[in-house]
Every structure is written in C-alpha cells, then in structure tokens.
C-alpha cells in the first residue's frame, strides 16, 4: 500500500517553455504533497508544501511563479515548471502523507528528470 | 533554524559493518527518518526513529537520542548493493503541517 505514481520520469524541454510534473497517489488520499529537488550529488531540498485545496507554501528562496503547485484533489498535486532555463534542470520528486497512514507514512514517487536545452 | 549534518562520504569493505552518523538541529521534531538513495532514482524507505532508542531491522538498525540530537544507521554484513546514497531526515514539526528535511547524504562506498 502506499503507492505514489510520479510522471513523467524523463522530459527534455526548450528554454522558455513550460513543463508540467504530476503526482499521484494511488491508493491512498494524500492531505499533504511535498515537492522537492535535487541537483547531481546533492541531497533533496524541499521547495514547496501543498494541501488539498489550499495553496502551497513554499520554502524560502523558491520562486513560487516560477513553480506552480496546484493541489486541486486528495490524489493529484502537479508542478509546473514555467518558462524554463537551463538551470532548472534537475531531478524533481514528490512525497505525499496523510494521517491514516503508519507514522512513517511519507512515500516518495520514483522522480522526474528534466533537462532544459 | 534547521541544522542536519552527516559525513559527506564513507568506504567500507564488502561483508564489514558500517556506522554512518547524523546529527540535527531543528526548530520542532517529530521523528528521523533514513533513506538509502541510489544514483537517479527517489529515496527508499529504511528506519523512523521516534523514541530514543536502536530499532532493528535486518541488516540494518537505527538509534536516536533526542537530548544529544544524535542518530545513526548501522549496516551489517555489508554487500555490493549497499553501496548508495544514505540520507538522514528529520521530521520537522510546524502546526498543522509536518515536514521532512533533508541531511546532504552520505555517499557509502563498498569495496569487494
């Protein structure tokens, strides 16, 4: 139980478009959805924290027109990237929690690449 | 303020017992968690440590001790496949919303 489903994996974009990352939880209603990144040989960084139906919050230094989060159901938050640069490329990965499950209950989903060109 | 240091990178040899330390600062704390993080791909559930204490599972355990803000992971009988990304993370504890920060993670070396 407990299944977080990430998509896409992979995503190569021009610079000055926008990429949308999704982040679903199968199984389970997930009250609060976590966005992270991370850059080569570094750990995750968290950028925002979003609740369903409610707006993020996002960390200090995340530029939150930048990164748009929308937590619009119980199962889906989804990140968009807008206009991207090269430097926002990295590896994006979500988690999701919700008070039913088990204290350590913080499930990841298996992450997106990006790559700006 | 948030504060969450552990050893950049570590070599061990294959069958051999690793101790990988962490140490926190945080503002609220509600648990410790350990990730093993492989090249590319999202973290992996290993251990949450909520009471001081060594819980043990397998090959591997975890021990907190909240007073001294102090945590490690223990691998035993190491092998090849261990060789990963270890990350310690707190659980951070702020109203309504809980949230985990993240160490810089330990990068552990396995030689045969």
């Known amino acids: 139980g407990a299944v977080v489903s990430q998509h896409p994996s992979r995503v190569i974009c021009k610079s000055g478009t926008s990429v949308k990352i999704e982040c679903r939880s199968l199984d389970f209603q997930a009250t609060t959805m976590f966005w992270y990144r991370q850059f080569p040989k570094q750990s995750l960084m968290l950028m925002a924290t979003?609740?369903?139906?409610?707006?993020?919050?996002?960390e200090q230094g995340v530029e939150k027109d930048k990164f748009l989060i929308n937590h619009a159901s119980l199962t889906l938050s989804t990140l968009t990237v807008t206009s991207a640069h090269p430097e926002d490329s990295s590896f994006y990965i979500c988690?999701?929690?919700?008070?039913?499950?088990?204290?350590?209950?913080?499930?990841f989903g298996s992450g997106t690449r990006l790559t700006v060109v | 303020g948030q504060n969450i240091d552990q050893p950049t990178e570590m070599t061990a040899t294959e069958g051999a017992i690793v101790q990988i330390n962490c140490t926190y600062q945080t503002s609220g704390f509600n648990g410790l968690f350990w990730y093993q993080q492989h090249a590319g791909e999202a973290p992996t559930f290993l251990s949450y440590?909520?009471?001081?204490g060594l819980e043990e599972k397998g090959r591997f355990s975890s021990f907190l001790s909240r007073s001294k803000g102090y945590s490690y992971l223990l691998l035993k009988e190491l092998q090849m496949k261990d060789s990963a990304s270890y990350l310690c993370?707190?659980?951070?504890?702020?109203?309504?919303?809980?949230?985990?920060?993240f160490g810089k993670g330990t990068r552990l070396h396995i030689l045969p």
């Open positions: 440590n909520v009471l001081d």
């Open positions: 993370a707190v659980r951070d504890e702020r109203g309504r919303d809980d949230k985990i920060i």
């Open positions: 988690s999701a929690t919700s008070p039913a499950l088990a204290g350590y209950g913080y499930t």
């Open positions: 979003s609740n369903e139906g409610s707006k993020a919050t996002y």
